[in-house]
């Protein structure tokens, strides 16, 4: 009997205790009043004890626990004051993107509409609890701010399917985390960065309310935890380091341009050209270019008493922005007095090209690119030339690749360097950025002379300071890897008076370039030899195709 009496216990419990139990909570939690909100005590902190104190610690902001992170109340106090438009702004933004996404699920699973019954982020805006800023050789700012956002959103989602609607409610929104915002690469343009480069350094902490029905079904147990870990292991997955999302900020023609590519050239010939000589011939050659470059053109040999001239000869010209650049050919009748006359000029588009592919052309000359002035179209002769575009190595995934506002992708930080000890030719890239503490006994007026196989190139001359900040590069075209030479760069101070001038070196390096050959890149700042504490800052980069 004892076994059977038990049996019928928790069956009764089963089928009348537990529905009434659940019933009578029901009842409690709904009509249930609420115990009034008393106000929070404030005290000073030498009047808690040792336990209170270091219940404190988390809440306490971090840059008064780490001397690396810096006090930012008056950003606090901007984003307060803009709160209200960037929950605007966002919630439009939210709209716009989710619209397509919710149309793609209409007609699905007997879904009729999917629309916000309510969209803000609330009246409480995120805090940023401090925020470090690190120093960098390269043209970036980093900047790793600690964000806490305890929120009051009001995000509510309603589903029609079939003759039901469901109400999703998403509020108590709170959100820990630690990301680092790179600015890269510094422009002379406004805003002066071209990118919004963002990863984070931890696992961010979520916690919301999340309810279905009216119901909260975050209490459900062990729900709470598993969405939690979900929520981090994706945004891990997507953003944490070496993970970073890529948000442009200046359109790519804007920007400071740095070599992609050689182009190379070849001038083949030239057929029915303008008779210019009284003899009835013309002495020709060509003039070969690229738009926005301030290099001087390439030219190739006269050919003289030739109409239809054969050059064969081949050329290579650095490239920086293969969309928006193009070839200049300008044919001239050449003259042992006087200037040299036009015969007739083409260009070709850089963006027609294929990377790594020949292309020929056969382009009819013309008087000028204005239209107006070929209105009178005289026949000026043709002009053949074979184009190939050769990208360098690391810049060979960029073409053809699709670009989008936001890039997801993976950082360059901790990946192996490729093997650039390739012997074949390539561009060499000198950035002389700037100096520190350059000081010369009668006169400071710096600028930098670089020095490389017997060719010199200078930066600028500054007036009347020890930290000069040039920001000049020098391209340099090589058949095979310089891994045998040396670069000698020298700061000067020069001082020019009335019929006197004064030259004074204020310190000098000399490196060795076949590491530079070998890692692809170095950018450091090395001691000035025969300087007190002065320093150069160098950026050196070998590319090859």
């Known amino acids: 009997m004892g076994f059977v009496g038990t049996l019928l216990g928790l069956i009764g419990f089963g089928f009348f205790g537990l529905p009434i139990g659940l019933l009578l909570g029901f009842l409690l939690f709904i009509y249930s009043k609420p115990k009034p909100i008393q106000e929070p005590v404030t005290r000073q902190l030498f009047e808690l004890d040792h336990d209170e104190l270091f219940d404190l610690l988390p809440e306490i902001p971090l840059w008064i626990k780490n001397p690396d992170y810096e006090r930012v109340d008056w950003l606090n106090r901007f984003i307060y004051n803009m709160w209200p438009y960037i929950d605007k702004a966002v919630c439009g933004i939210i709209r716009s993107t989710t619209k397509p996404i919710f149309a793609e699920y209409i007609g699905k699973f007997q879904i009729e509409s999917i629309e916000f019954e309510s969209l803000t982020l609330g009246t409480l805006p995120p805090t940023i609890h401090g925020m470090k800023v690190y120093e960098t050789n390269e043209k970036e700012i980093v900047l790793e701010p600690a964000v806490r956002w ?36 510094l422009v002379p343009t406004f805003p002066c960065f071209s990118n919004i480069v963002i990863s984070l350094m931890e696992k961010p902490h979520v916690d919301f309310g999340l309810k279905l029905l009216g119901g909260d079904i975050m209490a459900i147990p062990g729900l709470y935890r598993f969405v939690q870990e979900t929520i981090k292991k994706q945004v891990a997955r997507l953003y944490l380091w070496p993970q970073i999302l890529e ?4 359109d790519s023609s804007t920007a400071t341009k740095k070599p992609v590519g050689i182009l190379h050239v070849k001038v083949i010939r030239a057929l029915k050209l303008l008779k210019m000589d009284l003899l009835g011939t013309s002495d020709p050659y060509v003039k070969l270019s690229l738009s926005g470059e301030r290099l001087p053109s390439k030219k190739t040999s006269v050919k003289m008493k030739n109409l239809n001239p054969e050059w064969n000869e081949e050329f290579k010209l650095i490239v920086k922005d293969p969309e928006s650049q193009f070839l200049q050919l300008r044919v001239f009748d050449w003259e042992k007095v006087g200037s040299h006359d036009k015969l007739g000029m083409q260009i070709v588009p850089l963006n027609l090209l294929s990377p790594n592919e020949t292309q020929s052309f056969t382009l009819d000359l013309v008087k000028s ?68 503490d350059v000081e010369g006994k009668k006169h400071n007026n710096p600028y930098a002379l670089v020095l490389f ?93």
């Open 247 to 250: 948000i442009p900020i200046l």
């Open 369 to 436: 690119m204005d239209p107006k002035h070929n209105q009178k179209k005289k026949p000026r002769g043709k002009i053949m030339v074979d184009l190939t575009f050769n990208p360098f190595k690391e810049d060979n995934d960029k073409f053809g690749e699709h670009s989008g506002s936001l890039v997801r992708k993976e950082s360059m930080v901790g990946r192996a360097s490729e093997d650039m000890s390739s012997g074949g030719a390539g561009v060499l890239l000198v950035a002389i950025q700037g100096a520190e």
């Open 150 to 185: 305890a929120g009051n959103p009001n995000i509510t989602v309603t589903v029609k399917v079939l003759f039901m609607q469901i109400t999703m409610q998403l509020l108590d929104l709170q959100v820990f985390a630690a990301p680092r915002v790179t600015l890269k690469p």
């Open 453 to 545: 196989r017997g060719e010199k190139k200078k930066t600028k001359l500054l007036r009347k300071t020890r930290d000069p900040c040039w920001n000049e590069d020098f391209q340099y075209m090589l058949e095979e890897a310089p891994v045998n030479d040396k670069i000698h760069i020298e700061v000067l101070s020069k001082r020019s008076l009335v019929g006197f001038r004064s030259t004074e070196s204020l310190g000098h390096v000399e490196i060795n370039l076949v590491d530079i050959v070998n890692n692809g890149r170095i950018n450091q700042k090395y001691h000035l030899i025969n300087s007190k504490n002065g320093k150069i800052h160098v950026e050196i980069q070998w590319n090859t195709t």
